[in-house]
């Protein structure tokens, strides 16, 4: 219905340009109050969305029949305990499954990455068609052992070794550049696509 | 009994359990491995929406209180607007998550009044705070953007570079631009960024470690 | 001279930020329209899907992308649903974020439904799956162990697309939109395990990531950001608000250089003009 839409249009405009009052004028209320709400939407779309996976995958298969789930459900139960001091340590049962998991895969990956990447053939400079190929992948070698040793703090770093950690640090310096620039990118595009759904809101463009 | 389950060597056999399993099944090819893991995850999975509700749940109470405590005791000298009380940003999201359940989970997601809330409200709000971000970027950069040190100059000669590789406009400037823009991200960049990722890999896997084996007491003991 | 200098350096940063703001809203009213060269890591993610993915494959299509980043990949997701559909592609969809959900039913599953797709047959889409590298994990290793039932609701045996269906090894590649950990955790538990090509595609700021995969041969291409949607679209020929977005961020980026090059330009002659750079720095 167009008067839906039209009082969508003005929440989202003038949402919008209270986001925008706080870094192009200074903090004040109305502020504040998109940023609480924003907190409020967000928990709750979080909310239903989970609530809806366990209505799917979880209660559906149990009236089903498949009752091995049931224990699923207590142990996610468990979860509230927290809520009541006296019980709240059997909250960490649950957790533990949830903790142990993401480790272990957390172990493998970063193993089998670490692994990989150092195995990896296409940093090598004689294979490189051009110089400032042959010249990168050189970069590539130089910049890999000394950022490493850089972070090993296992021993003093002194005599050659401050001479790699001062090569480390400049090359570290590259790559936080590097991910400066395509941070502001990113940035600047979401910037600039608020600022396009403002005026497409407000019927400029 | 009671201190028999409280004892923190149930969460570690736990932990133990379930990263054995998960990284066993990855490494090695046998059945009773890949059975176990399917289960354990499948738990993980149903565990992790359940946290959800118990943030919503957590977030109820927690505002209540901070409302309660706001209206009778009064919110200080540094708090806030001198308009409202903070009770006013606490009642705001409060009612906001609330209400976004209620309409969820009675009309669904796919009705006409949850989607109105979501793209009128929720989409353009997240673009909207994460972009606002980048205006702080800039008087931040402007600020701080100083190539006093060697190290300082690096850093604001490959942030420049790649700000104008990734856009036209700098090979409209340059031709030469995106060139250099692209052996700084190809290469020159990514060989410390390896070295850090071994380094965090490391890093990674001790604390998984000491975490399995209940040495960080955050985990294995909170609460207590 | 200096204190020209000195009133530069404390420049109120609001000014600053209004002037950002000018540069990046006018391209809109006075559209530039620079051309967007190919890079190529978006040339060869295009050159796999063109010529190693035969008509009729079966794709993995993962929308992981938080709503902050829907205006870099909305474009992208709409051309990519449409030259799915041109390919024949039979498309699985899921997504491991909630607003994953939202973003196929506006951007993906309105392509398919204009090409006369017929849900079941030719798409499903399995909803939010929480858990984010375990769930990961579980769909490379069985669908119906992790899901009993799609995002509608039907169960997963009775859709006759899902026959067939139901492990890693069973797709021809995975598209992977994403805004954080999404993609990288395919090829992780994707790729590295059992050969799976993986399509990137994210925001700018995972370019630098991407990349180092890309040139580690562990991924046949990447497309980030908006410049990559605006790339995907040009390349099939679809109208994409890429163009003009690229002009407004080229000019926000332009202002911004301009004031830090002064800035430096600034400190330079206050250090070689023998002042005490220690004061130098502005009110925050």
Known sequence: MAIWETLGNLT???????????????????????????????????????????????????????????????LSALLFTRFYRPYAYLARWPMSF??????????????????????????????????????????????????????????EHKGPLRWTDKIGRYLLMTYFGVSFGSIAMARFTWFSGTIKTLLTAMGLI | MSSLIRRKEITIAIMLFCAFFVFADRAYKAPILLDTSKWVQKWVLAI?????????????????????????????????????????????????????VAVGLTMGIQSNPYQWMYQYVFQNLATAIASFLGLFYIGAAFRAFRARTAEAAILLICGVTVMLTTNPFGEAIWS???????????????????????????????????VILGYERSVSAGGE | MSSIIDKFENLDRRILLWAVVICVTLPYFIPVGLPIPYEPWVLDAIDFMENEVPDGATVLLDLSAALRVITELEGGMQATGWYFTQRGFKVVGTCFYPDGVFEWYNFIEPEFIKAGYVYGEDYVFLGYIPGESTGVDRLAKSIRDLISVDYEGNKIEDLPMMADIDKAEDFAFVMAFGSGWTPGSYITNWYLPYGIPIIPFSHMYGLSGYLSSWMAGFIPGTICGVRGSGEWANYLGLPSTAVTMLDSVGLGHAIMILFIILGNIAMLIEKYGGKDTESIGGSP
């Open chain 2, 176 to 210: 030469g631009f995106p060139v250099i823009g692209s052996w700084f991200l190809n290469w020159v960049s990514i060989g410390s960024r390896r070295g850090m990722g071994l380094a965090s890999s490391v890093g990674t896997v001790a604390l998984a470690i000491r």
């Open chain 1, 98 to 155: 949830l903790i142990g998991s993401m480790m272990g895969l957390r172990i493998f990956a970063s193993v089998n990455s670490a692994k990989r990447y150092m195995l990896a053939t296409a940093y090598n400079p004689l294979a490189q068609p051009d110089l400032l190929s042959q010249l990168g992948s050189v970069f590539v070698i130089i910049g890999y052992i000394t950022a490493a040793l850089y972070f090993t703090w296992g021993w």
């Open chain 2, 48 to 100: 992790s929406a359940v946290t959800m509700i118990v943030t919503f749940i957590s977030s109820i109470i927690r505002n209540t209180r901070r409302i309660q405590t706001s209206l009778s005791e009064g919110d200080g000298p540094d708090a806030g607007s001198s308009i409202v009380g903070q009770w006013f940003y606490y009642g705001t999201t409060l009612v906001a998550s609330v209400l976004t």
């Open chain 1, 12 to 74: 989202l405009i003038a949402l919008i340009l209270m986001v925008y009052s706080f870094p192009l004028y200074k903090e004040n209320l109305f502020y504040r109050f998109v940023e609480y709400l924003f907190i409020g939407v967000t928990i709750g779309h979080a909310t239903v969305v989970a609530v809806q996976f366990l209505q799917k995958n979880v209660l559906s298969p149990i009236l089903g029949g498949e009752t091995f789930l049931i224990g699923v459900l207590l």
